[in-house]
């Protein structure tokens, strides 16, 4: 008899802990995605780690876990390569080349902006390849040397409308241009996404002079841009060694016209100042001036906040120039932004981080396409006759 007092017992005392437990587990369910969204990627396998950071999430969590896995360069601002989008232009004739752009794009949001409406089968693939692809009709009649420049600057602006503020920098070039993402993620950390920044070091530049030091090219180390107040350039200013350009670096938090045209220092291989006195962009025809699309840029999410679709496509269908490139320059010099130089490309072309390739190289290919064409007025290269 007490055997069998002692066996039920047990056995109340068993269903008890079982009740007990079931509560506890309960408890934990219900409270867990309350303060964590989902279970701490710290105690997942590392395949289910990637699945969790590849998911776009602001949250201070999310980039204290990705720093914990080494996955984010410290910084003032740091951020994961999933706080980054791309932006690019392109139309029907690029297809199979922004196709081959998702290698370097793998794991960002992607917005193409192209010249057709994406058939079924687009919008299936782009699915699958984390893009979205938008429409934007060329320019007829066109207004620069090529149809597809308005779409071309608006890409940005394009893409901000489908992605909202869910993202801090955008990376925004041609769509053969290829950005590193670990190299983006090293020259952002230090900038405040919030604050309006268009960054680049490769800008075209002329100041319609016939000298070697005026005449159009990029990356020209006269253009008007500003370093970054947090870039302590102390030691190439002492350097030796350093190239340093003929005027100034003015530091901009951010870069804005009027800051450009305060000091209005202009290079000493100039004979007359940067800007008139109305500080309007310098453009063609006398100057010409803006960034390389093919060597891209970085625009925060402060500037796209800046800068809405009802001031940029305004802007953009009013502009007359070369390209898409200084429509956008334009526009955005007349919301109230200009460039601004990370730092060290500033004093030494070698460290520059945008880089399209070199100007010798386009001028190959300017030769070789002008003996194709038969245009050719000049001696040398240009008149090496061609087996077509």
Not at 66 to 79: D, F
Not at 142 to 149: E, H, I, L, T, V
Not at 242 to 254: D, H, L, N, R, V
Not at 281 to 290: A, C, E, K, T
Request: net charge positive; glycine share 6%.
């Amino acid at each position: 008899m007490q055997r069998h007092r002692l066996n039920k017992s047990n056995k109340q005392r068993s269903a008890t802990l079982v009740v007990i437990a079931l509560i506890a587990i309960c408890l934990i369910l219900a409270v867990r995605p309350v303060v964590h969204g989902r279970t701490p990627a710290l105690l997942r396998p590392a395949k289910q780690k990637a699945k969790l950071l590849a998911r776009p999430d602001d949250s201070q969590l999310a980039r204290e876990r990705a720093m914990q896995l080494g996955l984010v360069p410290t910084g003032k601002y740091p951020i994961t390569k999933y706080d980054l989008v791309s932006a690019m232009p392109s139309d029907q004739t690029h297809l199979p080349v922004v196709k081959g752009s998702r290698s370097w794009r793998k794991g960002i949001r992607t917005v193409i902006a192209t010249n057709s409406q994406p058939t079924a089968a687009i919008q299936a693939e782009a699915a699958q390849n984390n893009e979205t692809w938008v429409y934007y009709p060329d320019d007829v009649p066109a207004r620069s040397f090529y149809k597809g420049d308005s779409r071309a600057a608006l890409a940005p602006f394009l893409a901000h409308k489908e992605l909202g503020d869910t993202y801090k920098w955008m990376l925004y070039g041609d769509d053969d241009t290829q950005f590193f993402l670990d190299g983006a993620l090293r020259l952002a950390k230090d900038f405040d996404p919030d604050l309006p920044w268009f960054i680049t070091d490769n800008v075209w530049w002329s100041t319609g002079e016939h000298t070697p030091h005026s005449w159009r090219h990029h990356p020209h180390p006269d253009a008007p841009r500003c370093i970054p107040c947090h870039y302590d350039d102390s030691a190439f200013v002492a350097s030796a060694k350093a190239t340093i350009p003929s005027y100034k670096a003015i530091k901009g938090c951010p870069c804005t016209p009027e800051l450009l045209c305060a000091h209005n220092n202009h290079s000493l291989h100039m004979s007359e100042d940067w800007f008139n006195k109305y500080c309007d962009m310098p453009r063609l025809p006398h100057h010409m001036y803006s960034m390389h699309g093919g060597a891209g840029a970085l625009m925060s999410i402060g500037l796209m906040r800046k800068v809405g679709w009802d001031v940029a496509e305004p802007c953009v269908l009013k502009t007359f120039s070369t390209g898409g490139d200084t429509f956008l320059q334009i526009c955005l010099w007349e919301a109230g932004h200009a460039i601004t130089s990370p730092g060290a490309g500033f004093y030494d072309w070698q460290m520059r981080s945008f880089d399209a390739g070199s100007e010798d190289r386009m001028g190959l290919v300017d030769f070789v396409m002008r003996a194709i064409e038969g245009t050719c007025h000049d001696r040398g290269l240009c008149n090496v006759s061609l087996n077509k």
